[in-house]
Nanobody
Framework: QEHLVESGGGSVQAGGSLRLSCVASGYADSLISTGWFRRAPGKVREGVAV????????YYADSVEGRFTISQDNAKNTIYLHMTSLKPEDTAMYYCAARSTSRWDGWAAESTYNDWGQGTQVTVFS
């Protein structure tokens, strides 16, 4: 049974840093890419960053480029999102997403991903 578990959320002052982790279990060799989405209050869920498991190719939203870094440890089936220079507008529930099917609607499309974690809250205060 495929399963995603996020951790690492919390509250931080603007300008600070946080690192999120997501452990993916039960995928064997089927996992193609994993990444992070977020939903801020009153907004739709948006793609933040995604990494391709085999190639390591990464994708970032313009709003986080240069501040956030996505990485992976395939031996541990874990992906990370290192967030720096955090801003109040980064406040959101962050979700881990996994793609293990051939469907591709773009890296930032929710429909590309077939599994989701429960989310971890990130709050940035000024």
């Amino acid at each position: 049974q495929e399963h995603l578990v996020e951790s690492g959320g919390g509250s931080v002052q603007a300008g600070g840093s946080l690192r999120l982790s997501c452990v993916a279990s039960g995928y064997a060799d089927s996992l193609i890419s994993t990444g992070w989405f977020r939903r801020a209050p009153g907004k739709v869920r948006e793609g933040v960053a995604v990494i391709h498991r085999r190639s390591g190719i990464t994708y970032y939203a313009d709003s986080v480029e240069g501040r956030f870094t996505i990485s992976q440890d395939n031996a541990k089936n874990t992906i990370y999102l290192h967030m720096t220079s955090l801003k109040p507008e980064d406040t959101a529930m962050y979700y881990c997403a996994a793609r293990s099917t051939s469907r591709w609607d773009g890296w930032a499309a929710e429909s590309t991903y077939n599994d989701w974690g429960q989310g971890t809250q990130v709050t940035v205060f000024s």
